[in-house]
């Protein structure tokens, strides 16, 4: 089964799906709205804004690392995970960004990643090819055969609820034994610290709360004003990329706690006894001093803009650096890695840009930053 096979069978899926999300629930795009102007505020006062969350994180008793690079990012990790072997991974496009897993893998830890479509990635030893989900490009026959040989136990011409029986088996135990868990944000309240992640699977609830030690890895543009706001993003998300209403939607701040004797507030009950928060820079910071870039940071990762792009789809999903593919891939592969290559190959079609939950011009940030690539003499992919 080819890569196009299986991004058109998502199209089939997915396109129709926001659509019918939008009309029943026409609240979304308010939200969606005024969603936008909270994140421009962030993205004006950037710094400002990662000063309170540390502060936040801080008074939460979690303890918070600001890190400017990967290689810092990874060393942050690295020194909190200390001799800890078994770590879990809920799935972390930041993560993914600063090569976190192979990253510790290199060092002998036994790492898993716990969604379905990274753990088909992780099986495959292939990038991601959607920001939310990362094995669009793979066909059910593909994954009940990396299943199959890499953990048996599978009948010929299984079902798709035979193979994710199948991983959910084999995870179980993974979950249950591990030492770290380690997930990205969906969105992080400046005022309370509190990460929200949003999930349908489980395994993120798994991920924070059974391991000692969660770490939650995120960039900057992540942070939002206020709690409200934060939860506002998971639902705006989550609607525009088809999966509405969530499953899941996980509030954390801080360590696990309990107040049942006295009233009196203690940490840790049940769940971790440690919580880290890492804010990542990596090019972020500049961007949003950058008139002609800023607005890129507004992209909240629901993933729309992909399955809406010619481009997209005649590359068959490989267009951009990953993990940042598609449209919003084109402009952060830019911003995080300083590769302009691929806003080479926009068409300006504009369908990124209609489709939008943050009415982010994607075909004009793409037009700047093609135009500084020919300017600095960068050749076409």
Known sequence: MTWEIAINRTIRNNVPRVYNVLERHPYIKDLALELRKAKLDVINNLEKYVEETVESVKRIGGIPHVVSDSHEAREVVTKIIGERKRIIMGKSMVAYEIGLREHLKRLGKDVWETDLGEFLIQLANEPPSHIIAPAVHMSKERAEELVREALGGLSEDATHEQIV??????????????????????????????????????????????????????????????????????????????????????????????????????????GPKEFHLILLDNGRVKASKDSELSE????????????HCPVYRVLDGKWGTPPYSGPMGAMWSYIVYGNANHSLLCTHSGGCKEVCPMKINIPKVLERIKSRAWMQGKEVL
């Open 165 to 270: 029986a199948r991983v959910r088996e084999f995870l179980r135990d993974k979950f249950i034994n591990a030492e770290v868990g380690i997930t990205g944000a969906n969105a992080i309240s400046a005022d309370t610290g509190s990460v929200i992640l949003v999930e349908n699977e489980g395994n993120i609830r798994f991920t924070t709360v059974s391991p000692s030690v969660h770490i939650a890895i995120a960039g900057f543009e992540k942070i939002v004003p206020t709690l409200p706001y934060a939860m506002m993003e998971a639902l705006v998300q989550a609607a525009y990329a088809g999966l509405y209403p969530p499953t899941y939607v996980n509030l954390t701040s801080g360590p696990s706690s309990t107040g049942d004797i006295e009233m009196k507030r203690v940490s840790p009950a049940h």
């Open 296 to 307: 890129a940071l507004l992209c909240i990762r629901c993933g729309r803009c992909h399955l």
